[in-house]
């Protein structure tokens, strides 16, 4: 990425890791791997590439911010994390991120985990 944002991507590369730790341990270490390989797959982008990437982690550290807090907040001890991907933000991914998406989706669901993924009757934001 260009040099005027690696503050900026180092920033919020610490807060995404420092959100992670409000996730089951099985969630936190395939979330730190994950944001691990994808800042460094996104090194060498473009600007254009650059800010599109830099606004989608903004966005998912919010959404992570948020749902962190309203677990803490629970009277039901029962986290919540993740969010619904819409079909047009999908007809936007190159096939490699359909395929990044895939093995992420078989690893996070994957039998035995500590955690369990359900679907909501209401949309997350």
């Known amino acids: 990425m260009p040099g005027k944002h690696v503050s900026r991507v180092r920033a919020l590369y610490r807060r995404i890791l420092l ?20 800042f460094r797959r ?43 991907l819409p079909e047009e933000k999908l007809n936007d991914f190159r096939d490699e991120q359909i395929g990044q998406l895939q093995e992420l989706m078989q690893e996070a669901t994957k039998p035995n985990r500590q955690f369990s993924i359900t679907e909501s009757t209401k949309p997350q934001l």
């Open 42 to 84: 996104h090194k060498t982008v473009g600007p254009g590439e650059a800010q599109r990437f830099l606004k989608e982690w903004e966005t998912y550290a919010a959404v992570l911010w948020q749902q962190a807090e309203d677990s803490r907040q629970s009277s039901t001890g029962k986290a919540c994390f993740g969010t619904s």
């Open 19 to 38: 959100l992670h730790r409000a996730l089951p341990p099985d969630l936190k270490a395939l979330g730190d791997q994950y944001v691990k390989d994808e």
